[in-house]
């Protein structure tokens, strides 16, 4: 085990292992990975094609389970929660950013940031005011009745961080966040999430080829061939 | 958003729900057609039997039975009639019309609503006749005007005077019959066919309460037995159902054609919600990953697909009104009466939920079990 930073850890990864299995094959595609990951990280992960980057977001974020080993995150063990348990604890907890942004395309910019919170108590009222300032931070405000389709690329991503940090979760994780959008945009929505892992103190794991997206993290982990190394 | 989805593909929502529509319409339509084939036999009086010629409706029975019939315990009316099988100027104009002892029949058929004016001309004129208020009105015809009918059982020109015409007392009633008086048809076939005269067709026997019915069918019956024309005695009901058994296997084709057409319109909005729910994939999985449970994910598939049903479902059973109009009038004399009843309009809501849950099933299943790593990597 290897420790990557000072600050308390609030991602430990302890043995983990994952393979997929095609035909009577198993293809294994993440190999006893250990590290931590401390509060208000940016963490870049970066690898070739088919490293197995993607799948440790995705187990880190509880959306596909391991094989083996343990995801401490925040002092819960979240291999060993249930579907519906991991359900509510994403939702608590973790906040997305994807490369093609996931947006609903039938609902609004405002309605799909509200999305999240329908699964809170909050009334109407308070999710009207959360979403408005989500917006307001991405810079959407006038633009909060607008669909997808009405929006650019880098709008689109924005609303998606918005609905990324709604809940207020403690980790962003982020999938080629930049990966569908052209140079000027790409470089907006870096800043956006720096801005969220400075200013806000949100932990970012971040997935990504581009080493210029690289460069806003603090930390960088190379995966290949589902060995995890540091860069 | 159930229903922002179901109208995102707008042209195939709409397809699909002019699917739905024109299939719970047929299915409608085909359930009164059939119910319909069963409303002379529903409507039969329990209190009224029919006696006939025990080899078939087509022989006949002597005239001279009805004061021995009359005599049986427990019958309170006998009346008589023959089929007359008339057409009006074209055989295509084809009704029902038949020669009937008029007082009594009238009695034993209060359905038969004659004004007491109109009821009184005809029973004192022996060439009067009555129609039915739908006849009357798709042949223009009103009371004083004279009616020829050709006959077809009973060749030659039967003029008969036009006396009443009566209105059903239920909604149900058949008011495309025509009848006229019995003795106008025998006292002619005594001049033209005397061996035709004073046979009856059938006697029609009205008893004070339905629990007799099989008792005094059976005294009746006992009556003639070992006579030339032995007699077979049973209720109206049955007696409609000796007709309607004849046409059942076309009942049961029809029958089976309504739920042919639901099931077809089953398997193409299923195939529909399919499509839809496999193009979402990525949208339930993204759904998952911000907290949305299985339940979530089917309540919006199936709301979808429930939704489109029942608009489907609901133009078509606002449709199946106007349609039967337009078959009511376009069609009388094949289908005098065709009203779409209460239980047909539920029948085809019901066809068109049961659309609905029927297609949603293998939607809903798999995008509420689409596991989210799977789902994302459709997105893109």
Not at chain 1, 19 to 42: A, H, K, T, W
Not at chain 1, 126 to 143: C, F, G, I, K, Y
Not at chain 1, 190 to 216: C, Q, S
Not at chain 2, 124 to 144: C, I, M, Q, S, T
């Amino acid at each position: 085990m290897e420790s990557i930073t000072v600050k308390p850890p609030i991602v430990q990864i302890r043995n983990l292992s994952k393979s997929y299995r095609r035909g009577s094959q198993d293809i294994p595609v993440l190999m006893d990975i250990n590290f931590d990951i401390g509060e208000g990280d940016f963490i870049a992960l970066m690898g070739p094609s088919g490293s197995g980057k993607s799948t440790l977001l995705n187990l880190l974020a509880g959306i596909d389970k391991a094989d083996s080993g343990q995801i401490m995150i925040g002092g819960v063990d979240i291999t060993s929660l249930s579907e519906t348990e991991l359900a509510g604890w994403r939702s608590a907890n973790i906040g997305f950013i994807f490369q093609f942004y996931n947006l609903i395309p039938v609902l609004t910019a405002f309605e799909n940031v509200e999305l999240p919170l329908l699964l809170t108590r909050l009334s109407r009222k308070e999710r009207r005011e959360h979403v408005e300032t989500a917006l307001r931070l991405v810079n959407l405000a006038d633009r909060m009745d607008h669909y997808p389709s009405q929006l650019s690329g880098g709008q689109q991503q924005r609303v998606a961080i918005a609905r990324a940090i709604i809940t207020d979760p403690v980790i962003l994780v982020a999938d080629e966040p930049t990966g569908d959008l052209d140079k000027v945009s790409a470089i907006e929505i870096l800043n956006f999430i720096d801005r969220l892992n400075h200013e806000f103190g949100k932990t970012v794991i971040m997935v990504t080829h581009d080493p210029r997206a690289a460069e806003k993290a603090r930390l960088i982990r190379h995966l290949d061939k589902g060995v995890l190394s540091s860069g | 958003m159930i229903i922002r989805n179901a109208f995102r593909h707008k042209m195939r929502t709409i397809l699909t729900i002019v699917g739905v529509a024109i299939a719970v319409l047929a299915f409608g339509l085909l359930r009164t057609l059939v119910g319909l084939w069963y409303l002379g036999v529903e409507s039969s009086s329990a209190t009224r039997l029919v006696t006939r010629n025990s080899i078939s409706l087509v022989f006949t029975l002597p005239i001279s039975y009805k004061d021995r019939i009359s005599r049986v315990r427990g019958i309170e009316a006998v009346s008589w009639g023959n089929w007359f099988g008339g057409v009006y100027i074209d055989p295509k104009n084809f009704f029902p019309n038949f020669a009937v002892e008029p007082k009594s029949y009238l009695e034993l058929y209060p359905e038969f609503v004659l004004s007491p004016d109109q009821k009184a001309a005809f029973l004192l004129d022996r060439k009067g006749a009555v129609a039915g208020r739908k006849l009357a009105a798709k042949y223009g015809w009103k009371v004083g005007d004279q009616i020829t009918l050709k006959g077809t059982i009973f060749p030659g020109q039967w003029d008969f005077i036009l006396r009443s015409i009566y209105r059903g007392a239920q909604k149900s009633t058949d008011e495309t019959q025509f009848f006229f008086h019995w003795d106008y048809l025998n006292e002619t076939l005594k001049k033209t066919v005397p061996r035709r005269a004073d046979q009856v067709g059938y006697y029609m026997i009205g008893v004070s309460r339905p629990d007799q019915a099989a008792e005094v069918a059976v005294s009746v019956d006992r009556l003639f037995r070992n006579s030339l024309a032995e007699t077979l005695t049973e209720t109206e009901k049955a007696f409609q159902l000796g007709f309607v058994s004849m046409t059942e296997a076309i009942m049961i084709a029809i029958k089976i054609v309504s739920y042919v057409v639901i099931v077809i319109i089953m398997a193409v909005a299923a195939n529909t919600m399919a499509m839809t729910a496999r193009e979402r994939l990525g949208e339930y999985a993204t759904m998952k990953t911000l907290g949305f449970g299985a339940r979530h994910i089917a309540v919006l598939v199936f709301g979808e697909s429930v939704i489109i049903s029942a608009v489907g479902g609901g133009m078509g059973v606002l449709l199946t009104f106007p349609a039967a109009h337009w078959i009511k009038t376009a069609l009388s004399q094949y289908f005098p009466i065709f009203s779409v009843s209460a239980s047909t309009v539920c029948l085809e809501m019901l066809a068109a939920l049961i659309v609905g849950v029927v297609a949603a099933l293998f939607p809903t299943w798999r995008g509420a079990t689409i596991g989210i790593a799977d789902g994302l990597r459709r997105i893109g």
